[in-house]
């Protein structure tokens, strides 16, 4: 019987094994390098080539990890030194970085090449999976985000509030310590679909997402999470002031008209607002809250916000009822600050800011409760209580020290605009007989442009009843100087943000111009936030006499006041 060894000769069966091993390495489609112990190149075959963009001589002896950036290079020559030292087959997924600035997506497969029972090279499998991670990235953001609005959609927004409120997220160190959940819906918009299509009405809907989106920061979220329905998310939020200036550049923003195929559309918002922690701790409880706020929004006529009324706040803190009591209580307060005149170096009025102070707590600024008292309607007697009790004080100076100081009170051109309170305001000086001319009512500078048309009306009735207006921070906003012309102001404050770095040479040259523009219009100027003696100094030869701020005195309650100053 003939053995094996006489029915194949050993050196026929090593050639038909070299043959088979040079065909699979040479023809096989996946890329094959063969790598020495310092994972330099030895050999490649076409594909490798292929792969590569066509590879020169001098690939030849170079290390792989040359393709790779520097981070993934690292875990690449790990997984060479595991490979030669266990014999374990590695797998690495990583990206190659070509030439032209080429960059594919690979899996990278290193196999132990035996000789004579010991590791003599590494075979380096390359198969390009560029597609597929293409395919995975589609697959993914079709899974997260809207498809008519490229914008979030509920399951990222729902995963992200998930992680923000996760134990791990909220006790790490410079985790945001509150933020906002805003919850907005578009006012009349099926009657959109309706009457033109919903082509339009897609299109509408993309051009209000973008209005979002600039209407927020980098670090905030917009999310559409159904037809006509949005939800943002506000994070690193510091006080309600900062959510609600927000929402009203929001709701400004969509009442503009929309210029779609050649129609024109016209559209409002209605917002509702949760914030973290006051409101909840739970995504689903803050977007509960936050929708309940929004429908209380359309019960009173829509295009405007609401807070919700947070299940970890004290029912006195939202309700109406609950902050009336604490009017009635003595809760409330007023501070004065001082308007000084410096050429004559003495105060010609007091602006009156409300402080509160719930169950003997800690003092509340207006920042921390103002916009709750929008959302809740205690605005409006808040507003009473302040004018009243200012009126008071102003004409108890007046009386003690014959001076003619002006009472000056913040209030806003929503709020003006509900219930006929510019009327309710005037019933108010006739029944504590204070002059109308000693009464200032600031209004801000970026609130009389969002209603152009109530701003003008409202404003031209209190002038005739001869109540004064004062544009409050000028120079904040876009500043707008035609509306000074157009609007009866009386007077302008300029915001403290041009007041901080009047020594620069543009600050200076722009509060000048300023100052020449309201002398030419016969508007006088306050200069808002003097809180140096260098201010001081600079102001008057800009054209700034009137000065209000804390060199002169933090707001204090009026005993101290009367202390302080004794007589004008």
Known sequence: MMTDDLMY???????????????????????????????????????????????????????????????????????????????????VETTLLLRG???????????????????????????????????????????????????????????????????????????????AIM??????????????????????????????????????LVARIGGDEFVVLLSSIDTPKQVAEIA??????????????????????SVGIAMYPDDGDCPDSLLRLADKAMYRVKERGKNDYAFAYGEHQTIAYNSLAGMRDALAAGQFLLHYQPLMDTQLDRPVGFEALPRWRPDGGRLLLPDQFISIAEANGFIEPLTDWVLRSGCAQIHEWNSAWNAALRLHVNVSIRQLGRSRTANR???????????????????????????????????????????????????????????????????????????????????????TAITRLAEQLELDVVAEGVETAEQRKALPGLGCRIMQGYLFGMPKQAESISDEYGAI
């Open 101 to 179: 600035s080429r960059r594919i997506d690979v899996t990278i497969t290193l196999l132990p090449s035996l000789v004579q029972g010991h590791i003599d090279s590494l075979f380096c499998i390359v198969q390009d999976i560029t597609q597929r991670k293409s395919d995975e990235m589609t697959i993914n953001h079709l899974a997260y985000h809207d498809s008519l609005t490229g914008l979030p959609n509920r399951r990222l927004l729902q995963d992200r509030l998930t992680a923000m409120l996760s134990p791990s997220s909220v006790a790490r160190p410079g985790a945001a310590a509150s933020f």
């Open 183 to 220: 919850l907005l819906d578009l006012d009349g918009f099926k009657n959109v679909n309706d009457t033109l299509g919903h082509l339009i009405g897609d299109e509408t809907i993309r051009y209000a997402s973008m209005r979002l989106e600039n209407c927020v920061r980098d670090l905030d």
């Open 9 to 91: 000769p050993k050196d026929s069966r090593l050639k038909e094994t070299d043959e088979r091993y040079r065909s699979l390495f040479e023809y096989n489609p996946n890329a094959i390098f063969i790598l020495d112990r310092e994972g330099v190149c030895q050999a490649y075959n076409p594909a490798a080539a292929l792969l590569l963009g066509g590879c020169t001589p001098d690939m030849q002896d170079q290390p792989l990890a040359a393709w790779l950036k520097s981070e993934e290079a690292s875990v690449f020559a790990e997984a060479c030194i595991r490979t030669w030292e266990t014999g374990e087959t590695a797998h």
């Open 425 to 511: 305001l005037l019933n108010v000086l006739e029944e504590e007989s204070f002059p109308p001319s000693l009464l200032t009512l600031e209004i801000n500078e970026t609130d009389l442009l969002h209603d152009l048309e109530q701003a003008a009306r409202l404003l031209q009735e209190l002038y005739e009843a001869g109540v004064r207006i004062a544009v409050d921070d000028f120079g904040s906003g876009y500043s707008p100087f035609g509306f000074l012309r157009r609007y009866p102001v009386h007077s302008i404050k300029l915001d403290p943000c041009l007041i901080r770095n009047i020594g620069s040479v543009r600050d200076s040259q722009l509060v």
């Open 248 to 269: 009203e550049r929001m709701i400004g923003e969509l009442s503009k008209p929309f210029f779609v195929h050649g129609h024109s559309v016209t559209l409002s918002a």
